[in-house]
């Protein structure tokens, strides 16, 4: 039997059923994640302070989303009362983990990627925010820059 003292972070939780996902920091101090919406790639920026995960409008094909009007006012570093929309029952799959049924807020993400191509980093899709995270009991270790999501049953 394994003490739990001689474990490090990464085996701990795997042995309690996390998936290790790999997350870039860029240029710009954000962590990037690649993550798969409706069966298509894409880029992302892990942000722990956005309630909700997003997307930009010219997703919308990209992603296959079905889209309606959200009384939602997006607001952010840099902007606010921004007009949205949203998109239910997602399929989205981060590494190995997986959730369906998940809903995006859509909305203009041009500051965004204007601020992020100004600093030679790449534009982004969209934002994993919170809702996912919390949803995955996300766990973050930033010094060896992994992203642990729990599978779901």
Do not use: R
């Not at 790639?41 to 997307?55: E, Q, R």
């Amino acid at each position: 039997m394994t003490n739990i003292e001689d474990l490090d972070l990464k085996d701990f939780l795997l042995k309690k059923g996390y998936t290790k996902i790999k997350i870039k920091l860029t240029k710009t101090n954000h962590f990037e994640i690649k993550a798969t919406i409706n069966g298509v790639k894409g880029l992302f920026i892990l942000d722990t302070g956005a309630s909700s995960s997003c997307v930009g409008f010219e997703a919308i094909e990209t992603f296959g989303l079905q889209v309606k009007d959200s009384e939602i006012k997006a607001a952010g570093a840099g902007a606010s009362d921004m007009h949205t929309q949203i998109s239910k029952s997602n399929d989205i799959k981060i590494g190995t983990w997986k959730k369906d049924k998940v809903a995006l807020i859509l909305f203009n993400l041009t500051h965004v990627n204007t601020a992020l191509t100004n600093h030679n980093a790449q534009p982004v899709d969209g934002i994993i925010g919170a809702d996912i995270l919390k949803k995955g009991k996300a766990i973050i270790d930033y010094e060896k820059k992994y992203l642990y999501l729990k599978k779901i049953k």
